[in-house]
């Protein structure tokens, strides 16, 4: 009950303060193309990779800078990683740019504005096509929290799509389809579900913001989006229930929405995933459960 | 017996001087041994090749002078005397070498590779994991310290963290720490820079911001305690060099005009002076001769230090991409693709 007020504070909180805190984008006319707590090789993304045209990157309001990395010198982490600066604003919220090349004079910047240069696109990122990652921190938290809740909204029309449905009790996976018919039991539900982007140009399989799984009616799965901490070495993302990256991606491609003890009758399933733009998606299927 | 006083008396200096000589320092000469080019590798192996890596090629020569492997670097290249990963801009598998080019092991990872010593990490593009491994790529421990990782070094047993939220946190065998220190003193609270001897008995790290703190603990009776804290006169927003020495008796910390270097028993300082900027800082021990590598306007400087941290000598080289590698007896130096070897000797 605690953590389900706490949770309820901290979105009423955080919808409170973009309101009154809007963040502006780092770069010009941004395009996002993977998004806060998507799957990136065993872990959550921990923020947003945004592809721009134009490479001026920017703080997202003013604010001090309080570390960069621009050059191989000693003490620097070894494996020469993408260079960042991190900028920390009011409320001790810090916002992070990594795979930049930092201005010439970011050894003099101190106070920024939202209209100061930090630096361009570039870098000595890994990526083949150059991108920012963009990540918002809470540090009175120590919670990473989905940029998208704090930063302007840009448009974006692409709806998020279900593409398969399975389930997997004990006698294995079993598809979704019209006539599916599956025996009493524990089992789970796992889909296929991504959103699309935000361009007609640039197709990417992105983590949508918000998943709901009903059965009979009855909310049976919640997960949103939009703040992600650490505990125990294990990434969580805080939702009505934490939730670790290995219990949600299967590997696969697909996410688990959870497991449910079936009883034998007619079973109706239904999943709604939505964006941060609030495009909705849903999807219903019917099972028949026997002995 | 005034005679057999003064008798005694020699006889007794005779004595000391013989088992008590006052140790004179011995001159130590720098002789330049041979150049290679690192092109040209002849193959073959060798019980102890030295590795070298410039930012286009790396590989492996002998003490002798003969290149026994080489190759143009990818994208970047982690070396160890034992194996390399050659890895490109979008690899996602490391694939790891012998110093014959024989494969011996890969892991699947689109991370970092780099090596601490001879231990072999991996570091997430995001900075949130850091994974160790062996040289079959097996992972050994996976640590993923809740914050973005800024600084990081490694002794044989131990491993510290320096975190973009300040703390820093000690590593062992185990994914959770055996010690953290979280730095709270300050407006802004960012790890700067860790070190850590090899034993795993003293660290010390740069946090905060609004002061800046040098702070250094030791392992005293089963439990890491502060025993030195400073705030920082010059204030940095980057990674800066902090290392103790081979021995663990020195820990030296870069300035704006050199390096500050403390003894660790009494933390008292001694400032040494640098030109240009500092690439490469290797201090074996109290008793032997250091090296600071530095990259001046329009070439690079090699500056020998006695023990007492007294300049011996200076070397100058052209500017360009430069590699320094201390071995025993030598230290060998890289420009451009190109290797000198100079041995030491105690005259």
Partial sequence: MKKHTLL??????????????????????PLVVSTFGGDKWGSYASGLEVYAENAEIRPCDDGEVIFYENSDRPGTLPGRIGHFVVVEHERKLRTLYAGIEPAEDISEMTGVTASDI???LGGISKSARLHLHFAVIDSEFGQYVNPLLLLNSIVDNASPEIRSIRLLNEAGFTSVDKNAVIKAGKTEIQAEIFDPGMS???????????IQLFHNGEEIFYLNFESLRYDAGSALIQSREDMKYDDFYRGDGYVSLGEISL???DSRFEILVSDYSENETGRTFQLTVIE | MRKLFLILFFVILLVYIIF???QLQKELVVNPSWVVETTAAEGGTDDHPVPFNFDSRFGYFSASGRVLFSDDVVYRAAVSSELFINYSSV???????????DIIGTIDSDGYPFFIGERLFVIAPDRMTVTEYDYEGFPLLHISPGAAVTSMDAGSEHLILGMLNGDVSLYTDSPDPVYTYYSTDSRYSVSYACALTDDGSRFAAVTGLYPQQLVCFEFRNDEYIPVFRMNMSEVYRRNLLLDY??????????????????????FLKQEIETAGEIRKAVFPGEKTMSFILSSLEDSSQLRLYR???????DLYFPSGDIYFYLAEGCFYVGIDGRILRYDIIEG
């Fill in chain 2, 245 to 266: 020495s081979d021995d663990g008796r020195l820990l030296y910390l870069e300035t704006p005009g050199g390096l500050d270097v403390y003894s660790t028993a009494t």
């Fill in chain 2, 307 to 313: 023990s007492d941290l007294g300049t011996i000598a």
């Fill in chain 1, 118 to 120: 930090l630096g361009e």
């Fill in chain 1, 263 to 265: 009883v034998p009758g």
């Fill in chain 1, 200 to 210: 007609d140009d640039y197709f990417t399989l992105m983590a949508p913001y918000k």
């Fill in chain 2, 20 to 22: 008590f000589p006052h």
């Fill in chain 1, 8 to 29: 309820f504070v901290l979105s009423a909180v955080l919808l409170f303060a973009q309101q009154l805190y809007a963040f502006n984008w780092p770069v010009d006319d």
């Fill in chain 2, 91 to 101: 690899s996602e598998q490391l694939v790891l070498q012998n110093p014959e080019g």
